[in-house]
């Protein structure tokens, strides 16, 4: 099946830097979506993005579906954005079943 | 931002009890997802429904199972709990649509004693 690595696996930040998680995969995708998990559990879908670029607030993602990766920036960080980010793809073909990533831990210092 | 709920947040169990995780959303979607997360870990899909009565197993095997009478509702049975089970029980939903994107519930964290 489809292996989605991603990079780097932890991240320390001061509060107001910027960074850049990215999202490798293994195979054609049809659906590439971001998720940020907080640190009480809760998963929020911060992007669908199979191709392209999308914006949104401080955070806006990238995905160059032949070459197979995806990049998530994350600009003028806050304690606030601390948590796990989640990369998860939909191999082409296949029915809508997302393979997570192993997750990019972040944490923000004051 | 989505609707979508599941109960108990947390529970303890003893071995051998039967489980029911409850999870319902009230937005119409067709698709529903349960995922286990193990603490630290990436989310493994357990099962997936594609409408009423449809239910199919996920990449990761597991003892639990699914059912789908009505659209809102996705439940998850556990018919004897084990240590084993012990761990984050996450519902998702998406539209059928081009645009599936997926709205996941606050999870269950399971464990059992």
């Known amino acids: 099946g489809i292996q989605v690595e991603q990079s780097p696996p932890d991240l320390i930040l001061q509060e107001g830097a910027n960074s850049t998680l990215r999202c490798n995969f293994s195979?054609?995708?049809?659906?590439l979506q971001w998720f940020h998990q907080n640190p009480w559990g809760q998963l929020i879908n911060l992007f669908y993005?199979?191709?392209g670029t999308k914006q949104n607030g401080r955070l806006s993602a990238t995905t160059v579906a032949t070459e197979r990766y995806s990049l998530l920036y994350i600009s003028s960080s806050q304690t606030t954005d601390s948590g796990v980010y989640f990369c998860?793809?939909?191999?082409?073909?296949?029915?809508?079943?997302?393979?997570f990533g192993t997750g990019t831990l972040l944490a923000v210092q004051p | 931002e989505a609707d979508i709920y599941q109960t108990p947040r947390y529970l303890v169990i003893g071995t051998g009890k039967k489980i029911t995780l409850e999870c319902s959303q009230t937005?119409?979607?067709?698709?529903m997802y349960w995922y286990q997360q193990d603490p630290g870990m990436e989310l493994h899909l357990i099962h997936y429904?594609?409408?009423?009565?449809?239910?199919e197993k996920g990449d990761l095997s597991s003892e639990s199972t699914v059912s789908r009478i009505r659209t809102e509702h996705f439940p998850l049975t556990l018919e004897s709990a084990r240590p084993s089970h012990t761990s984050q029980y996450l519902c998702?939903?998406?539209?059928?649509?081009?645009?599936?994107?997926?709205?996941f519930g606050s999870g269950t964290q399971l464990s059992v004693l």
């Open positions: 998702a939903s998406s539209e059928t649509d081009y645009n599936e994107k997926l709205f």
């Open positions: 195979d054609s995708v049809n659906n």
């Open positions: 993005i199979p191709s």
């Open positions: 998860a793809v939909g191999e082409d073909g296949a029915t809508n079943k997302l393979i």
């Open positions: 937005m119409g979607h067709d698709k």
């Open positions: 429904s594609y409408g009423v009565n449809s239910t």
